[in-house]
């Protein structure tokens, strides 16, 4: 499984990885988790995205640390402000935690994104944490580029990356990290300590989906094109209701805050008067006030049906 992880970024990343950089754990959290508790004492500082990823803030507050959120702004494509995040910069910063394609916004960061963050993480001698499980779901021409590629991080980054997303292996439950090797050698017996490792027969299947062909990958990722745009679409049709369009992963991120109902309500009036099942955008951290976040992981026919129950509801107010 690792030489197999080792192969796949080396190749996609254009760095030379090797197999004793390379962390197989049931999932790609605790990947997370050990990092965060291996590096981050009580007192540091962890500049993270918010909306996010809840586990990010979480892990933080965990350890003692403290959780530095920079926002992800819908008028800027939820992408970030390369100034704003250095002025949350101080002595006590000690990582910085980037996800693209994201979760839940469905934002990419440019290479100028990442970039940026690469030289800040250089003259601020900064980890980076990069969760870059949606690196194949992405559309409109757009390709994933890794922090992990750029001159002088591959030492100061810790990809993290799984099986969930990819190859629609959610319940196998099987992730990676990619890390310098004496990182990878304390982080393997955290590791080793919790969960001894992932099941063998999944690594095997790992192994396979990542030297198989991708073809199968990539007529998934031209279906979930279909399903974004029609859900954006028809969200954009509703009163109250404007959705940007992602560029990567399957969520869109809808602002409902004109439809006068906060997000953990609206959620809720979905769910138990349209049968929608959707989540507030609050459950991704403060900034995700007046937001909601969609799976588009569903058929056409479900989501056609969604977005009509989804109107009529909020018509109805």
Same mark, same amino acid.
């Given at each position: 499984?690792?030489?197999?992880?080792?192969?796949?970024?080396?190749?996609t990343?254009?760095?030379?990885?090797?197999?004793?950089?390379v962390?197989?754990?049931?999932?790609?959290?605790?990947?997370?988790?050990?990092?965060?508790?291996?590096?981050?004492?009580?007192?540091d500082?962890?500049i993270?995205?918010?909306?996010?990823? &809840?586990?990010?803030?979480?892990?933080?507050?965990?350890? %003692?640390?403290k959780?530095?959120?920079y926002?992800?702004?819908?008028?800027? %494509?939820?992408?970030?402000?390369?100034?704003? !995040?250095?002025?949350?910069?101080?002595?006590?910063?000690?990582?910085?935690?980037?996800?693209?394609?994201?979760?839940?916004?469905?934002?990419?960061?440019?290479?100028?994104?990442?970039a940026? !963050?690469?030289e800040?993480?250089?003259?601020?001698?900064?980890? +980076? /944490?990069?969760?870059?499980?949606?690196?194949?779901?992405?559309?409109?021409?757009? +390709?994933?580029?890794?922090?992990?590629?750029? &001159?002088?991080?591959?030492?100061?980054?810790?990809?993290?990356? %799984?099986?969930?997303?990819?190859y629609? /292996?959610?319940?196998?439950?099987?992730?990676?990290g990619?890390?310098?090797?004496?990182? #990878?050698t304390?982080?393997?017996?955290?590791?080793?300590n919790?969960t001894?490792?992932a099941? #063998?027969?999944?690594?095997v299947?790992?192994? #396979?989906g990542?030297r %198989?062909?991708?073809?199968?990958?990539?007529?998934?990722?031209e279906?979930?094109?279909?399903?974004r745009?029609?859900?954006?679409?028809g969200?954009?049709?509703? &009163?109250?209701?404007?959705?940007?369009?992602?560029?990567?992963?399957?969520?869109?991120f809808p602002?409902i805050?004109?439809t006068?109902?906060?997000?953990?309500?609206l959620?809720?009036?979905?769910?138990?008067d349209?049968?929608?099942?959707?989540?507030?955008?609050?459950?991704?951290?403060?900034?995700g006030?007046?937001?909601?976040?969609?799976?588009? #992981?569903?058929?056409?026919?479900n989501i056609?049906?969604?977005?009509?129950n /989804?109107e009529?509801?909020?018509?109805?107010?």
């Open positions: 499984m690792r030489d197999a992880i080792a192969e796949h970024i080396s190749t990343r254009n760095i030379d990885v090797s197999p004793d950089e962390v197989v754990t049931p999932g790609a959290k605790p990947i997370f988790n050990f990092v965060i508790n291996a590096s981050i004492n009580e007192g500082e962890v993270y995205p918010n909306p996010a990823y &809840p586990i990010y803030e979480s892990l933080i507050n965990f350890v %003692g640390g959780s530095v959120p926002v992800l702004r819908e008028e800027k %494509g939820f992408r970030f402000d390369l100034k704003e !995040v250095e002025s949350l910069i101080t002595p006590r910063t000690k990582m910085i935690i980037l996800n693209t394609p994201q979760n839940p916004t469905g934002g990419i960061m440019t290479e100028e994104d990442i940026g !963050v690469a800040l993480a250089k003259k601020h001698n900064l980890m +980076v /944490m990069s969760d870059e499980i949606y690196d194949r779901i992405l559309y409109d021409g757009f +390709v994933h580029t890794s922090i992990a590629s750029l &001159p002088g991080m591959k030492e100061r980054t810790i990809i993290v990356n %799984g099986f969930s997303k990819t629609a /292996m959610t319940g196998w439950r099987l992730g990676y990619v890390m310098p090797k004496e990182y #990878a304390l982080i393997a017996k955290m590791q080793i919790a001894s490792h099941t #063998a027969f999944v690594q299947a790992g192994a #396979a990542l %198989g062909s991708q073809k199968e990958v990539d007529a998934m990722v279906e979930f094109k279909k399903r745009d029609l859900i954006v679409s969200l954009n049709t509703i &009163p109250g209701v404007s959705c940007h369009k992602p560029l990567g992963a399957f969520y869109v602002n805050k004109k006068g109902k906060d997000s953990k309500t959620a809720d009036i979905l769910m138990n349209a049968g929608i099942a959707c989540l507030p955008g609050t459950a991704f951290g403060k900034y006030e007046g937001y909601l976040r969609f799976s588009y #992981a569903n058929s056409l026919e056609e049906l969604a977005l009509k /989804m009529r509801v909020i018509r109805s107010f």
